[in-house]
């Protein structure tokens, strides 16, 4: 696994979405995410400062998905289905990137990848003395 910096090109599975972001930690910062919908798609995620982030291919084949406290934004192709990446909610100036998605990497190089505690979120706890 490589921590240098780096700029990436991702894509969907059918091809049609393509984005470019700059990763400051480079690879070795892929996470998984425990929250009731990452545990779910289970792909593992790296860092992309959320400015670096352009859609170079496809903005019309994306679909964005929200819920609870709509401040996570998770963008999926249309046509095949695939995250391709996510704004995250622990601070929206990042995104992920979905692995999988890097042009040329060997996913499985990466494991093991660190878990995130995503069900346990500060932004989900109540002010002391709330009930």
Not at 23 to 44: I, M, N, V, Y
Not at 47 to 52: D, E, K
Not at 103 to 120: A, K, M, Q, S, Y
């Amino acid at each position: 696994m490589t921590g240098s910096a780096m700029d990436i090109t991702a894509s969907c599975h059918c091809g049609a979405v393509e984005v470019t972001a700059h990763l400051p930690g480079g690879l070795a910062d892929a996470t998984r995410c425990t929250c009731s919908f990452c545990k779910r798609r289970q792909a593992a995620a790296v860092t992309a400062t959320t400015a670096s982030v352009k859609v170079t291919k496809g903005a019309g084949s994306l679909t964005r998905y929200t819920w609870g406290s709509h401040t996570a934004k998770h963008y999926f192709c249309k046509i095949c289905g695939i995250y391709v990446y996510h704004q995250r909610r622990s601070d929206p100036a990042q995104c992920g990137i979905n692995l999988g998605c890097i042009e040329g990497v060997r996913t499985w190089e990466h494991e093991p990848v660190d878990w995130v505690d995503g069900v346990n979120h500060p932004s989900d706890r109540k002010p002391s003395g709330e009930d």
